[in-house]
């Protein structure tokens, strides 16, 4: 059995702000990858493609408030950061 993936740890070297604003990227990245990781069975950010955060941003918040999705776009910014691509997304 492996170990569950820490994304506290993944992220530590892109978050910054209030520690509310660090909490609240940590919530909704888990959230993120437990998503994916049930529909694709991508267990760790590595092994994500721009396809999987698209369908996200797409499909799994599309009836959030306006706010609540930028948010989230805020978190797969960091993401998208701490992966080094150079991958865009738009709401």
């Not at 170990?3 to 209030?18: H, I, Q, R, Y």
């Not at 955060?53 to 948010?71: A, P, Q």
């Amino acid at each position: 059995m492996s170990k569950p993936f820490d994304m506290e740890l993944f992220l530590a070297c892109v978050l910054t702000g209030s520690h509310a604003t660090r909490q609240r990227h940590l919530r909704q990245a888990t959230l993120i990858l437990v998503e994916i990781a049930d529909r694709w069975q991508r267990e760790t950010p590595w092994a994500w493609q721009r396809k999987h955060l698209v369908w996200f941003l797409e499909h799994r918040i599309d009836r959030h408030s306006r706010m609540t999705r930028y948010y989230y776009l805020l978190t797969v910014r960091l993401l998208v950061r701490r992966l080094q691509k150079t991958w865009v997304f738009n709401l």
